[in-house]
């Protein structure tokens, strides 16, 4: 492809949708760091939500948004999201994904926090089919061109111009594209477009257990904080309440649909009150309490009792029922020796996602002339301090529209990109101690899980931020001799968020929402967001 008009960085829910859209006006090319449908999109369980039962009123998925989100969610974000949640399903429904259900008359789900059945879904598999109706459809559009296995390094700014294209003041303040690491041949090259949206997902495996797949390492966060953008509310991580406990498969997401649909959790045998529910003590709303609520309620018992899991249980239900409506989870467990219509499952929280973000405005718009940032990567001001169930697929393509048409209606604003310098390689040469970024690696994650998780102190805190300054070093020593691969690429961003994490939680004198701090286990009325400004 010639030079594209737009740029995308990532090919889940969020850069597809826009992608769609550009490309009935312009050349747009999609680079992913590596299969295209290796992002958190296409791990999605439970659904989408959207007001669409006769019952159900945006008001009531706007109030159920913003109790989850702790107060801190922008109001006008959420309508805006809410009231284009159902036109974004009909869009789906165009492009083929097989909803459960009958337009008109979609099966509607229940998770936590809904007050109604709101969740939109494919079985439980919803971000399988999405991601494959998805880039069916991109793969079918002669103005979309996809790499995949190409890692973005680092943005393209003003800074990058060649000397010969410098005219002038430079306010370094305009995003031109990015380098990004050509997995099969090594080489970076430089792509540069008119506009660039940044849709790279979370950065859930900053932690040591996460539902995240392995390429959820905040890249966009950090590439657009090193840029220039302001970043958001980065103390709000969430931690989903059951994430399967085994000792091979780490990351394997039990659906909230499960409770939503009557699964109980209890303590496991062997303890007092083993055997009996245990959620009626934390929250009158039990198993359909908000995650945050459900997840320290789990870590609180397993701290307090010294066990490994606590169980999920939907074995009183009809089995046929469990099995139909669960059919990709029943399979899977019983592949691991748990048959769950006549047994509970172990759990246990692992982070799930990352609400806050590259902080953009309702049409997506960062600080950066020229770029945009879209779904998990960014922070919009739905989530709030937390997220509600199912919200975040649907930001992903009310945002991505929204990006999308803003550009487009923007045209003129956008110039053609300057002359830019290559990427230079003439310094480096081939490392000679891999095991620097894998032990790093594990370190970083491990530390994150227990200083920086569900509950922190002031003191977890500090730690957490020393160990990440001596990280820090060490790898900004290393890349700067060593040719750059992808996985230092993703430890360097693993970094980066990490210290944001750690910056925006140290800033929080608060507990609200997904960040509880035992030093400041009250709440602040008048506390705001955590927003940090790059120097
Ligand atoms: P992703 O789908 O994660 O895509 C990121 C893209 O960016 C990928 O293509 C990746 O290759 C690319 N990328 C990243 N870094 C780079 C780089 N350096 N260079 C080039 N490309 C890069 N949400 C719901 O609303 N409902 C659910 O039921 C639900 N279930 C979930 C279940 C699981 C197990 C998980 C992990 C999450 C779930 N979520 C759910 C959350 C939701 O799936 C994600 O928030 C959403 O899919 C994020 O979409 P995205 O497009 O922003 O990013
Ligand atoms: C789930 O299916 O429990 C995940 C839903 C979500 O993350 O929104």
């Given at each position: 492809m010639s030079q594209p008009d737009v740029l995308i960085i990532g090919s889940g829910a969020a850069g597809l949708t826009a992608a769609l859209v550009l490309a009935e006006r312009c050349k747009v090319l999609v680079l992913a760091k590596g299969a295209l449908d290796a992002g958190s999109t296409a791990w999605a369980q439970g659904g989408i939500a959207a007001v669409l039962d006769k019952g159900d009123t945006f008001e009531d998925h706007i109030r159920d948004t913003m109790i989850a989100g702790g107060g801190l969610n922008r109001r006008e974000t959420v309508e805006f999201v809410v009231e284009h949640a159902p036109e974004a399903i009909r869009r789906l429904i165009e492009i083929g994904v097989p909803f459960n259900g009958e337009e008109g008359a979609l099966h509607l789900t229940r998770e936590g926090g809904h007050s109604h059945r709101r969740i939109v879904h494919v079985d439980d598999a919803t971000g399988w089919a999405v991601q494959q109706a998805l880039i069916s459809a991109a793969r079918a559009h002669p103005n979309i061109t996809m790499r995949p296995e190409m890692v973005a390094v680092d943005l393209v700014t003003d800074r990058h111009m060649t000397d010969h294209a410098r005219t002038g003041e430079c306010n370094e303040r305009r995003v031109w594209g990015v380098y990004a690491l050509d997995n099969t041949t090594g080489k970076v090259e430089c792509f540069a477009a008119r506009a660039t949206i940044l849709a790279t997902g979370g950065a859930g495996r900053t932690y040591l257990f996460s539902t995240a797949p392995r390429g959820a390492t905040g890249d966009g966060i950090a590439m657009a904080w090193r840029a220039g953008c302001r970043v958001s509310n980065m103390e709000f991580m969430q931690f989903h309440p059951t994430c399967l406990y085994n000792l091979e498969v780490k990351n394997f997401l039990i659906t909230e649909a499960v409770r939503g649909e009557g699964g109980h959790l209890k303590l496991p045998p062997g303890v007092p009150g083993g055997g009996t529910r245990f959620m009626q003590q934390f929250d009158p709303r039990e198993e359909l309490a908000p995650r945050d609520v459900v997840a320290r309620a789990i870590d609180h018992e397993i701290k307090r009792l010294g066990l490994d899991y606590v169980h999920l249980d939907i074995s009183h239900k009809d089995p046929e029922f469990v099995r139909t409506h669960f059919p990709n989870i029943y399979e899977r467990l019983l592949g691991l020796g748990i048959d769950m219509t006549k047994e509970p499952i172990p759990v246990v929280p692992a982070q799930h996602y990352t609400c806050g973000g590259v902080l953009i405005d309702l049409a997506g718009r960062?600080?950066?002339?020229?770029l945009y940032a879209v779904g998990e990567c960014s922070e919009s001001g739905l989530h709030g301090a937390n997220r509600l169930a199912s919200n975040s697929l649907l930001e992903c393509f009310v945002f991505g529209d929204a990006a999308a048409h803003d550009i487009l209606a923007r045209w003129d604003e956008f110039a053609a990109p300057p002359p830019l310098r290559p990427w230079d390689s003439s310094r480096v040469t081939d490392s000679d101690e891999e095991v620097v970024i894998k032990q790093n690696w594990t370190e970083l994650r491990r530390f994150m899980w227990n200083y920086v998780g569900i509950v922190r102190t002031n003191k977890r805190l500090e730690r957490a931020a020393h160990r990440i300054k001596l990280l820090k070093n060490e790898v900004n020593e290393y890349y700067g001799h060593f040719r750059v691969t992808a996985d230092l690429i993703e430890l360097r961003n693993l970094l980066q968020t990490a210290e944001l994490i750690v910056k925006s939680a140290r800033a929080r004198r608060e507990s609200r929402g997904l960040h509880f701090n035992q030093d400041y286990p009250r709440t602040h009325p008048a506390a705001r967001d955590t927003i940090l400004v790059p120097h």
């Open positions: 960062t600080d950066m002339a020229g």
